[in-house]
C-alpha cells in the first residue's frame, strides 16, 4: 500500500518507532492522525516541517478502556487508510515481584487497546475495500526469556491476533502487517536493564527507531504480511 496522500492513525507516536514512523509518513505526505496522551505542539510542526498533508492530535490514554472507546467515537467518520497499533509498555522482573495493577495495565494498552482500536476501525475500512492494520509485536513473542514471563504473554498475544485476523481478511481489501519487532534502541529498551538486569544479563545489540521504521515503511510498501528481525533477535 502507498503511504503518500493516505490516511495514517498511529498509536505511541510522541516517541520511539512510532514517532520515527510518522515522520517518515510526513515526508511521504501522509495525512496524520497521532494518539498522544497529551497534546504537543512541538510534534505537529515537526511533521508539518516535514510535508505532512495534515497532522491531528488525539488525546487518549490507552491503559482506560474509556478513553479508548472516546478516540474510536472521534474517529468513526475519518477514512482511516492505515492503523499503526504501535503504543505499548513494558514489565518486566520476577513474577512474584512484578505489581499485579503494572500487569493489568500493559495487558489494556499492548493487546486490549490495540484490539478494540482494530475492532473500532476494522468496519470503516471494509465498507472502503481498503485499508492496512499494522500490529506491533515482539522478538519476545518468542523468545521467552527469565523475567519477560507477562510482557510475552501479551506480545504473543498480538501475534495470535493479527494472524487469526489476517486469514478473516482474506480478499476483502483490508490486509496486515505483522511488526515482529527485534531490540530498537528506544526508552522501552532502556527500562529494560532496569526490570530484567538483575537476574541475567542484558544483549546490547539494538538498531535505532528511525531504521526499523524505514523497515516498517518498505514492509507497508510492499504489502508484506509479516517484518521478522534479522542478526542475532532473529537467531532467537
Known sequence: MEIANRQILITGASRGIGRSFAKISAEDNAFLYIVLRQKDEAIVRELQDLGAKAVT????????????????????????????????????????????DDIYRMMQVNVNALIQITQGLLPGMLARKRGKIINNSSVAAYMHMPCASTYSAAKAAVVAFTESMQLELKDTGVTSLLLITPAVKTRMFDEIENLYGKNFEIPQDSISPLKYAEMVREAVLHDLSELEPSGFTGIG
Open 57 to 100: 492530535v488525539w488525546e487518549a490514554d490507552l491503559s482506560s478502556r474509556e478513553s479508548v472507546t472516546a478516540l474510536i467515537e472521534n474517529l468513526k467518520n475519518t477514512p482511516i487508510d492505515i492503523v499503526f497499533n504501535n503504543a505499548g509498555i513494558l514489565t518486566g522482573g520476577l513474577l512474584e515481584a512484578q505489581p499485579i
